[in-house]
């Protein structure tokens, strides 16, 4: 006996999974901010999101989001994103491929002019795909985020592998970003579980702290991830070239670059004068997908300096999903093994 059938569609974005939900159950709020908050406290909705995370279902580093209506007729949907810890609060990647989804799947017609613009409310604001097309075929797509800015240039964060120098920037959500070089490490599979154990030390040792609190929007304090960076000089054309591996929540690797961590990157690049107006950051990740990112625009956010990022990158279906649950099944919602 089937008793519940829950229907996804499946991205990936530089490697990095996001499973689509459009079937979800009605949220509380008026806008996606508000939503995202019910959506913590409600069991039906966040069950679904335990259930598709975790396994047999989903994995312990799977990514998804929750289609819900728009905070007003200015976007075309609005969208909880969600891992196997929470919910957060922005997520460039998934916006990537939500932008692919809206054009492949016809809820939005395809632009005459090759670029179809997807708007999407997220819980850190209104951020837009831009969907690059050839005929029918998707090419590329841009992630357009919120202003992203650094708030502290550097904190000295005590580890069992020594000191950690931290900048502290929001591209969407907070992260903090340190050289794997100041361990000894790098960026590959072979440094990732000492990475990981760093990331959790770090923002343990932040999050009580004032640097992990947003000076605008008490919903989005707290360090979301940790972004170990490594610097792989400049290209032909003098663009800085950079290789990171983002772990976030609690101890989830991205395996693309990172969105909204790759705009905070841009962000601290940018104030440093390491990634001027005009130059491309290519961002590669721990797998070797790489993005472009750039400063398309410069401003002020709560007195500080602030860019608006945009990263390219391209997002691929890999499946459709029809999960089915057994009121007979006593592994529901799941587990999650590390």
């Known amino acids: 006996m089937i008793t519940q059938e829950i229907f996804t569609i499946d991205y990936h974005t530089g490697g990095e999974p996001f499973r689509i939900v459009t079937d979800v159950p009605e949220t509380a ?3 996606v901010a508000e939503r995202r908050l019910a959506a913590m406290a409600d069991a039906d909705v966040d069950g679904l999101r335990r259930l598709l995370c975790s396994e047999p279902r989903g994995h312990a580093d799977m990514y998804g989001g929750f289609v819900v209506p728009p905070d007003d007729p200015g976007a075309h949907f609005g969208v909880l994103f969600w891992h196997k810890d929470g919910f957060s609060t922005a997520c460039g990647h998934g916006t990537m491929a939500l932008g ?18 997807v708007v999407i409310d997220v819980p850190s604001g209104r951020v837009t795909a831009q969907v690059a097309t050839s005929g029918s075929r998707v090419t590329a797509v841009d992630f357009v985020n919120v202003p992203s800015y650094v708030l502290h240039d550097e904190v000295v964060v005590p580890t069992s592998l020594g000191p950690a120098p931290c900048a502290i920037s929001f591209g969407g959500a907070l992260y903090a970003q340190v050289p794997a070089a100041a361990f000894g490490l790098a960026v590959d599979v072979a440094s990732l579980p000492a990475l990981i154990g760093l990331s959790r030390e770090i923002k343990t040792w932040l999050n009580p702290t004032f640097y992990a609190e947003h000076p605008l929007d008490s919903p989005l304090s707290g360090i979301y991830g940790v972004i170990f960076f ?25 395996r693309s670059p990172c969105g909204s961590g790759t705009c905070a990157r841009v962000a601290t690049l940018h104030s440093t004068g390491r ?35 945009v990263v390219t990158g391209r997002a ?23």
């Open 275 to 309: 990634l001027r107006q005009g130059e491309i950051l290519l961002h590669s990740s721990i797998v070797g997908s790489e993005w472009q990112a750039r400063v398309t625009d410069t401003l002020q956010v709560a007195g500080r300096d602030a860019v608006l990022p």
């Open 29 to 31: 709020g008026a806008t």
């Open 316 to 338: 691929f279906r890999t499946g459709e999903h029809r999960f089915v649950v057994n009121p007979d099944d006593d592994m529901v919602p799941g587990f999650v093994l590390r």
């Open 100 to 117: 692919v989804w809206a054009v492949e799947s016809g809820l939005l017609p395809i632009d005459a002019s090759g670029i179809t613009q």
């Open 230 to 254: 490594e610097e792989q000089g400049r290209d032909a054309h003098g663009n800085p070239r950079q290789r990171n591996v983002t772990v976030f929540a609690d101890g989830e690797v991205d």
